[in-house]
């Protein structure tokens, strides 16, 4: 859908980290770079005595259940990322734990991505997952939010390019050069847009404490694998809707009746509690089976492949029945914990 134009990058650093910036073939260039965190209402924190989160992690304790919110991976490609940037930052089996806990104490999954930072902004919601210029623009408007980067974070170029067949090809190649200018890009420091740039030079003129990805004051522990996120794209955004989005409740449920039964136990150990963990923050699909290379064309089959779409529908419903049966099973172990 893209064709290649002949334009003047300037300065633009090859690599963010160990990521391209720039198309190799010439098809788009990077003309900002973005990475994800934590976006949270301190008026709604304070009212509601709950501390700043700083990782991930933060996210899974007790303390933050109902407080939290996010998007579906299949409804925002910056919500895939997010969570892209977990299961590659912690690995497939662990990554996937975290997530199920985090969404575990989450209020809702906003059916579009806009929908989590809104929610932030109007103390809908306490904490939200964003990609970074959410959490950024809120703050320098004005909003009561705050926005940190957890140290599994990850920073990739947003692309900009040329529509092939397009009516314009002279403009479309104007207006790239200008985006990715001094001019162009000291308009994504305005406070309402509070974009990244991908001009070094720009952070000199930034306000002080902007986050600047080539000067350490963002230490993204993830080199992201952009083909590693694509052999599994469509696989990933089916798990989390059948686990996660369409069982949303259950996992609520069975979420708060592990973390009361943690309350209970008061430190001591208990293999049923053990048990009702696994259930609940155990996607069934192992790493090994995600890299299936016959699995994940499944995934990423269209309407006219009737065979794999039967296949692809399948594994829907046997991973959405396990997941239903694996929380409720968990809530109930939990619930008889004494």
């Not at 990244?196 to 306000?207: F, G, M, N, Q, R």
């Not at 995934?299 to 049966?325: C, H, L, N, P, Y």
């Amino acid at each position: 859908l893209l064709q290649k134009v002949d334009i003047k990058t300037g300065k633009i650093p090859e690599k963010v980290g160990s990521y391209p910036i720039n198309d190799p073939e010439g098809f788009y260039r990077g003309q900002a770079l973005a990475g994800y965190g934590l976006m949270w209402n301190t008026r709604y924190m304070q009212a509601n005595k709950l501390p700043a989160p700083k990782e991930w992690a933060d996210l899974t304790k007790p303390i933050y259940h109902g407080h939290v919110a996010t998007s579906s991976p299949s409804r925002s490609g910056t919500t895939h990322l997010t969570f892209e940037t977990i299961l590659q930052g912690e690995g497939w089996d662990k990554g996937w734990n975290q997530i199920l806990q985090i969404t575990g104490n989450c209020a809702a999954v906003t059916e579009r991505s806009f929908g989590v930072p809104d929610g932030v902004q109007n103390g809908q919601f306490g904490i939200g997952l964003v990609i970074d210029f959410f959490g950024l623009a809120a703050k320098a408007s004005g909003f009561p939010t705050e926005f940190v980067y957890p140290s599994v974070t990850a920073i990739v170029p947003a692309n900009i390019a040329a529509v092939a067949g397009s009516r314009s090809v002279e403009g479309a190649k104007r207006f790239m050069e200008f985006t990715l200018s001094e001019e162009g890009q000291m308009l994504l420091l305005d406070p309402k847009i509070s974009r990244l740039p991908v001009l070094e030079s720009i952070y000199a003129k930034a306000p002080a404490g902007y986050p600047n990805p080539f000067g350490g004051t963002i230490q993204a522990k993830v080199n992201f694998d952009s083909n590693l996120s694509k052999s599994r794209y469509y696989l990933v955004s089916s798990l989390f809707d059948q686990v996660i989005t369409f069982r949303h409740k259950e996992l609520v449920a069975a979420t708060k009746a592990i973390h009361d039964a943690e309350k209970r136990l008061g430190g001591r150990s208990s293999p049923q509690l053990e048990e009702a963990r696994k259930l609940a923050w155990t996607v069934p699909v192992t790493a090994q089976q995600a890299q299936d290379k016959e699995l994940q064309k499944a995934f990423a089959a269209k309407k006219g492949d009737e065979a794999g779409v039967r296949r692809k529908t399948q594994i829907e419903e046997e991973w959405s029945s396990k997941a239903r049966a694996n929380y409720i099973r968990a809530a109930e172990l939990a619930s008889a914990v004494k």
